[in-house]
């Protein structure tokens, strides 16, 4: 069977599977305690485990408190009974710093504090929620046509904490590592919760999308994107994990530099990073990973012996703000012109492209693995057609208007 076929073949198996249902495919662990079991929902089963923890007859996990009061038992199975029908009062959850929190339910004012966890509230259903957002969701008018309008905290990493206070959040949803504690949580009363979740690794972000899910209490919608999420994941994954090892494509994953970076040096990414499981999961192979720490400098001499056969740079300019290409091409071109590069195959070989970090990093993920696949396996991924995904994410899953070939600049060259 040739390779095209196979990935016509995990198409046809990654559909007959999304159409199962929320579970079949999404094999992650959902932190929020009450599910006892400790698999991807709260049901039925955790109701049942919980009466054999309480009765002796099987032991506590660490999700089967429900309440957080350190002991198991019959008030524990009425809150999963109630976490079940969308009647709770609180949900104890894990957030992406480890830390144990509860809130109370239902939440009705919700405070994104980047276009990441924005885009995780409309997708989730709960737009209507949101009170106010920061700039970088003010900046994408046609990506956020109502969310644009609302009034904005700042940045993240400066928030503007008395507005944010003013707005009266029962939720704000933020980074792991911004802004830090000491400007945004120190800083608020203790009615308005904190919620930190990157979205951005594929390690987790199933896991934190349906967190979400259930506090915002929309759980079709949680269901929906996780089926789109690994239909299409699991396509890539399957077909990436048919290319044998010696015909890996090396590449070089980096990010525009900065004023003070020198010209001996380019700031790539080894690991730890969404950006690198963007290569990881298409099947490339990392020239950083193993040589440097999750990112930083990297010298270009290091790179030229390395010989990488493709060049995946990543930009904050264009994306869903604007379709101007020249920003993107300054950067493709400056990549081009570094003293060496000429001769690497990637630059040889018309390997050399630019990815908006707008829509290849977040709960579009999916889209950018896809892009990333097609350019590094244009053979083996035949059959994938990124732009296609990425329509399909904002018109069933956003539900937008929204064109991306001519309503934004994500790729260079186009």
């Known amino acids: 069977m040739n390779r095209s076929w196979k990935i016509i073949l995990a198409l046809l198996i990654a559909l007959t599977a999304s159409i199962s249902t929320l579970g079949a495919g999404s094999d992650f662990t959902l932190d929020i305690f009450g599910n ?63 830390r144990n929190l509860t809130l109370e339910m239902p939440l009705e004012k919700i405070l994104p504090m980047n276009m990441r966890q924005a885009i995780a509230v409309v997708v989730l259903g709960g737009e209507e929620k949101v009170i106010g957002v920061d700039n970088t969701v003010a900046e994408r008018k046609k990506l956020f046509p109502q969310l644009s309008q609302l009034p904005s905290v700042g940045a993240v990493s400066e928030p503007d904490v008395e507005k944010i206070v003013s707005l009266k959040p029962d939720l704000v949803i933020t980074f792991t590592n911004a802004p830090m504690p000491d400007k945004l949580d120190d800083k608020l009363p203790e009615e308005i919760a904190v919620v930190r979740f990157d979205l951005s690794r594929a390690s987790s972000l199933e896991e934190e999308m349906a967190v979400l899910g259930y506090l915002l209490g929309d759980m079709n919608s949680s269901q929906k994107y996780l089926k789109w999420y690994d239909r299409y994941i699991n396509v890539i994954e399957e077909t990436a994990s048919q290319i044998p090892e010696g015909d890996k494509v090396k590449v070089l994953m980096e990010r525009e530099k900065s004023s003070d970076s020198g010209p001996s040096v380019r700031w790539a990414y080894a690991n730890e990073t969404g950006f690198t499981d963007l290569a990881d999961l298409a099947g490339g192979v990392n020239i950083a990973s193993g040589h440097m720490a999750s990112q930083g400098d990297l010298e270009t001499e290091f790179v030229i012996e390395k010989d990488p056969q493709a060049i995946i740079g990543l930009s904050y300019k264009g994306g869903y703000k604007s379709n101007n290409l020249t920003p993107m091409k300054a950067y493709y071109d400056e990549i081009r012109s570094v003293e060496g590069f000429g001769n690497l195959s990637a630059v040889k070989n018309g390997q050399v492209h630019i990815i908006s970090g707008d829509f290849s990093i977040g709960p579009q993920l999916v889209v950018g693995a896809a892009t990333v696949a097609k350019w590094l396996y244009p053979d083996e991924f035949q059959e994938l057609d990124p732009v296609q995904v990425h329509k399909e994410f904002l018109s069933d899953l956003m539900n937008l208007n929204y064109n991306p070939e001519t309503d934004g600049t994500f790729v260079y060259p186009p």
């Open 36 to 98: 006892a079991n400790m698999d991807n929902t709260i049901d039925e089963a955790d109701v049942a485990l919980l009466g054999e923890i309480i009765n002796g007859s099987k032991e506590a996990t660490l999700l089967s408190d429900a309440d957080l009061n350190g002991n198991v038992d019959d008030s524990d199975v009425q809150l999963v009974r109630e976490i079940i029908k969308g009647n709770e009062t609180e949900i104890s959850l894990i957030d992406g710093v480890n």
